[in-house]
Nanobody
Framework: QVQLVESGGGSVQAGASLRLSCAAS????????IGWFRQAQGGEREFLMA????????TSADSVKGRFTISRANVKNTVYLQMDSLKPEDTAVYYC????????????WGQGTQVTVSS
């Protein structure tokens, strides 16, 4: 298992940028697929994108494609979510999650970080 901690959220105006971080406590970080999810108040959890241990990225959710980018720094045990051109509809709690392999279930979750975008 791996412990995940998200950070970098906050309250910003539309059009601003934020970079979220997902820090992991594991000796085998590079063996995990890390995904970013978000959940708006009263909404369902939405998958955004993921990255493998070798840096291969999944297809992005249509809602954030072209605006959000995932990357990882294995030497820092950290995955990032760069969010540009933020919109009010991006307001949500953002979570990172980990799984062993692309065919596995996400069974390790961070606590989430709040992102609020105002118009």
């Amino acid at each position: 298992q791996v412990q995940l901690v998200e950070s970098g959220g906050g309250s910003v105006q539309a059009g601003a940028s934020l970079r979220l971080s997902c820090a992991a406590s594991t000796r085998t970080f590079s063996s995990y697929v890390i995904g970013w999810f978000r959940q708006a108040q009263g909404g369902e959890r939405e998958f955004l994108m993921a990255i493998t241990g070798t840096g291969v990225r999944t297809t992005s959710a249509d809602s954030v494609k072209g605006r959000f980018t995932i990357s990882r720094a294995n030497v820092k045990n950290t995955v990032y979510l760069q969010m540009d051109s933020l919109k009010p509809e991006d307001t949500a709690v953002y979570y990172c999650a980990a799984k062993k392999g692309v065919g596995a279930l996400y069974d390790n979750w961070g606590q989430g970080t709040q992102v609020t975008v105002s118009s």
